[in-house]
């Protein structure tokens, strides 16, 4: 559930908790919430436990040039309400403090009991996008000073937009397009976030990652490397990984580090074949999570989860786990490139849209003919070209692709009604970003509501196995359906073959005999 910040500001006695040994984004997001109540008036501690207090240079300046006040404690007095942020009470790197009432903002995996009284979504990237999110619902801007003392050098902008930036390996793991709201909404001060970047690798940790690099491993088959490395900054395991990329025969790598409280790992990709924010998603999928860009992303396996699954957290397992999962994803795994491939059509069903509602914008509503826009969705962010006849659908899920006039035309039809978002499926309002001026624009003031009319139809199978599947409209990136998940071609036009999420299938097509 999306927690409303203001419903804290009823307890009189609140602390602050981040997990222990906390990073950047732990710390910022503290130090966000704490400016929030001081905002209202109050005094509310932000602390951490463990044994070791903060030392990493790089957090060390941070807390010293935002003025973040978080106290390294033993014992709390017990408050009316402890806020547990990045991290989730009863966890095994959160010392356990004793409170009235618990509530949690994080952005893990979930692997502990949970309080009534949390938000936890595990599909950001960070925790201090969700700190920006809660923030800008309750009407405040980041960017404008909360405090004299913290925001004259833009400290609150700054300290979330460097959580972020740590917490998905300088932004190659950005999850969500909240993450990159934030990303673009921040009024970061570049020295700050020079300073911090410049302080953030020790000699020991270069040391780790030259180690790492002599006992790679490589498959030959998939040319796809693995490398296993000490515990170190998360970071480390991305400079690793693109300098293994850089080896002429490997296409795609892995690299990770089994950690007290689980695994970290990032991926990269040099193919269109393999996205490497897909791929891993699919290594952290039911264990923790995983996410990022086409061609850098990463994640991490939580150490209780993968017990939890019969999967120990030692070297050994941890390697087998991974080279087991890398062979499955690529052996399990069809390409498809549409305008080349063939369906029969004796071989599929047949399938007409129902009459559901969606809604629709024009792109020459929001920008002006010519430009370049970049829609952003869950999906991803979407490149397209203005011009009068491009169009842009939203779906029953909140689903958004582009669309020509002419096949607009032929499938809906305008309807009278307000347009309604689907907000029961999905809580993220799509933005579009002109890449020209780089204005934010919100999409759902533009939309049009319009009914399916049903068309031509399509042909379709339900898939049994994963399969990739390069579209005609966007060939250099492809579209993933899993099992479950339906293969489709259009009927006047057998080249056009697309994924359709099961889900989405299900509320808009209907099975019908084949035509003549």
């Known amino acids: ?266 991926v990269r990709s040099c193919v269109k074949e393999v996205k490497a924010n897909e791929l891993a998603s699919f290594l952290g999928e039911g264990l923790g999570g995983g996410g990022g860009h086409l061609v850098k992303a990463g994640g991490f396996l939580k150490k209780d989860l993968l017990l939890r699954a019969g999967i120990s957290c030692d070297e050994d397992s941890i390697d087998s786990f991974f080279k087991e999962s890398l062979d499955r994803y690529f052996k399990e795994t069809e390409i498809i490139y549409a305008g080349t491939h063939k369906e029969d059509p004796a071989d599929l069903d047949f399938y007409r849209k129902q009459s559901v509602h969606v809604g629709f914008v024009k792109s020459t509503d929001l920008a002006k003919e010519g430009s370049k826009v970049a829609v952003r969705t869950l999906e991803g962010d979407v490149d397209i070209s203005v011009q009068k006849d491009s169009y842009i659908i939203i779906g029953v899920d909140g689903e958004i692709y582009p669309c020509k006039k002419a096949k607009f035309e032929a499938s809906y039809v305008l309807s009278d009604e307000e347009y309604v978002y689907p907000r029961e499926v999905t809580a993220y309002n799509p933005t579009v970003n002109d890449l020209i001026t780089g204005e934010r624009i919100p999409l759902l003031p533009f939309a049009k509501a319009c009914i399916a009319t049903g068309g031509s139809g399509i042909y379709a199978r339900e898939l049994d196995h994963r399969v990739k599947v390069f579209t005609t409209w966007d060939p250099n990136k492809y579209y993933l359906g899993k099992p479950g998940d339906f293969l489709a071609v259009r009927v006047d036009d057998l080249t056009d073959v697309y994924i359709i999420e099961r889900s989405i299938f299900e509320k808009t097509y209907q099975k019908e005999e084949k035509p003549e």
């Open 1 to 266: 559930m999306a927690l409303s910040l203001t419903d804290f500001t009823k307890f009189k006695k609140i602390i602050i908790q981040c997990h222990d040994n906390p990073d950047a984004d732990a710390l910022a997001s503290g130090f966000a919430l704490q400016l929030f109540f001081k905002k209202k008036g109050m005094d509310v501690p932000f602390v951490y436990g463990g044994k070791n207090k903060v030392s990493k240079a790089n957090l060390c300046l941070m807390m010293k040039h935002l003025n973040i006040q978080a106290k390294h404690v033993a014992a709390i007095p017990k408050p009316e309400l402890l806020i547990c942020v990045d991290c989730q009470y009863g966890e095994s790197n959160v010392t356990r403090f004793d409170a009235e009432k618990i509530a949690v903002i994080d952005h893990h995996q979930t692997s502990v009991q949970i309080p009534e009284t949390a938000d936890i979504r595990s599909s950001y990237g960070s925790c201090s996008t969700i700190l920006f999110e809660l923030l800008t619902n309750e009407g405040y801007d980041i960017n404008k000073d909360f405090d004299e003392e913290a925001g004259k050098n833009g400290a609150l902008p700054t300290a979330l937009y460097y959580g972020l930036m740590t917490d998905t390996g300088n932004f190659a793991e950005l999850c969500h397009p909240a993450d990159r709201d934030l990303q673009d909404s921040a009024k970061y001060n570049l020295f700050d976030i020079t300073l911090f970047r410049n302080s953030n690798y020790s000699k020991e940790e270069l040391y780790i990652a030259a180690d790492a690099l002599k006992d790679a491993s490589y498959n030959s088959e998939f040319s796809c490397g693995i490398i296993s490395s000490k515990p170190c900054d998360p970071n480390i395991l991305g400079l690793v990984s693109d300098m293994f990329l850089e080896v002429d025969s490997i296409e795609s790598c892995l690299v990770y580090s089994v950690l007290d409280t689980g695994v970290k790992f990032s």
